[in-house]
């Protein structure tokens, strides 16, 4: 494959140091005309490159060496011959869009020097402060949403969350939920004896009809991108949930799973920054972003009775390692982790803008 | 402080190869005498020179150097002087019982090393098949106990391991448990909208004419170091629990969660070995063992009704990342988890014999 040898040759020019930390590429269209091969082949070397962390791009201002020595675990070619980087071949899109082996190698590396014995040290229940005061940092800088680290809990996946919610909401015995909606979900509240209200869906979120008769104290909703239907509900129907909750003296819970790569959803624009967020419970996980094999999620709870809602599940220990927290703190503060979420916006884009050339 | 001085000198020694790997240790006699020190202080110096995984006592042979060179991250001034090995001044026995942090680096950086891309891939819902095989040979060789993958379950935790069995043993709506008995284990199966029927503990485990009355299909007990009472069943008291679990038509859950320690309770005596296991769950966690930041814990799930128990959480994913999965898989197979068992008994060996002797 000419991607591979070319995307082979630029790698050791790299990790020899032929080209330097932060110093600039030739264009593409440099690399093409001068090798005779086509603008796609290129492309393809460099997005693997990218991929694995070797290089970066800059939008209109081309492709700049971000690998340092002794940064990375470089990619061999037993690693390759194993398998190691069938980048092209991967099965399905969500896994071309987790987080690269190299770029995680690496924070696993500075995590483990940075950190040293604390990784013993047992987490708080809501998690290690210095997390939750990086993805703090995070959620103000990257999604606009502003939070206190006191609101944050740290949990092994979404479906954890599903767990504790239900524990501090669990009084309520019912609540209303899309339909249809995540199964797992819905098996994880009933397992803790709630009642689900189903609230079928029309083109923009939840019918407002059937909004309107929901006797349940407790909404649950997916305000972007909801699963399985995929609907994205507009303000006005964000709007029509949050005034529900109003009504009814109700609490949402904004299961927020899968808008970091959207390029639609304006982040300020969910439920919990909307109204200063007294009833929303605000949830989103990393398994997208980062990868299933990571089994980190965190909820965002409101102010308002904080105290008393942390008390019901203050008996819990907190779900996720702390070697883990240690890596996603890492990830979050280098910057990786925006890095990636932008690297996947602008492959999406151009995979859009591709099929549309079609 | 002495001995810190003499464990300093020796550390050097080890990583600039002048005791090379696996070679014998001058005798602690020869020590103190050399250097006109007492053998208490270079007991200290050796303990901690162990304890950070520089060397390996071998019973009635001496000292060997188990360290070599590339295999450790060193414990360098400047970690010392940031507190890194104030190893005796830390706080609980409890904590001078966990893996030291060389011994885990150690192992986090072979894991990366063979996992690789591994790490990023989801997991089955019972935990990674590697890992299991690795926990069945340890089962097998270290504990006498006979099971296969199929019928294990890895968790984020004790408390993970709760809500499962809550879901998996719930229909009956009802557990009978020891009293007193850990809280959390309480309030975890309560939350699942669980009943539980408290039997009072007499000297021995379970009074006998409170299991006598028992309604319940489900008994959770702990046959080894109750918590919190610290009480022990004895064999005949373990054979009452099989009892009425056969004349009820009971299952039970042996939660065995602090034996891996014991000088007393012989492994192959739990009650899962004890009969086939037909009617008994058994659950463990490396909390103690490893440390609470690690958040691992196993469940074995008996061989009746094992397709039908595993169905009712088949919609789970599991709990614990990959990475950890990877870890945990390299401390068994290395030997390191059993290496570190030995190390703890013969500690509390001998400070059982000092005290004994003040």
Known sequence: KKYMELY????????????????????KRYLSEERGISLITVEHALALLEEEGYIEGKERSGYFVSYQEGDVFPVTDKEEKAGFIDFFKRKTAVSREQMSYPTIAKAVRR?????????????EMQGKFFLRRALKEYLRRGRGIFVEEEQMILGAGAENLYALLAQILGEEKRFAVESPSYDKMQRIYESHGIQLELLPMGKNGIESAALQKAKAKVLHVTPFHSYPTGITADASKRREYLDFAHRNGAV??????????????????????????ENV????????????????????????????????????????????????????????????????RRSRRIRKKSREEE
């Not at 082979?8 to 264009?27: A, C």
């Not at 995590?111 to 987490?123: C, D, N, P, R």
């Not at 299961?255 to 109204?275: A, Q, T, V």
């Open 281 to 344: 419970f605000y949830m989103n996980s990393f398994s997208k972003t980062i990868g299933p094999a990571f089994r980190m999620a965190y909820l965002l709870l409101p102010k308002k009775n904080l105290k008393e809602n942390l008390e019901k599940i203050s008996f819990y220990s907190c779900s996720v390692p702390v070697l883990e927290q240690c890596i996603l703190t890492e990830l979050l503060e280098s910057g990786e982790f925006e890095r990636h979420i932008n690297r996947v």
């Open 252 to 277: 949402i819970i904004e299961d927020d799973y899968d808008s970091e790569f959207s390029p639609l959803g304006k982040p300020e624009d969910c439920l919990f920054s909307m109204e200063a967020g």
């Open 111 to 123: 995590a483990m020097s940075k950190y040293q014995e604390e990784i013993l040290e047992a987490s």
């Open 8 to 27: 082979r040759e630029m790698r050791q020019d790299i990790v020899e140091g032929r080209y330097g930390f932060s110093e600039r590429l030739p264009s």
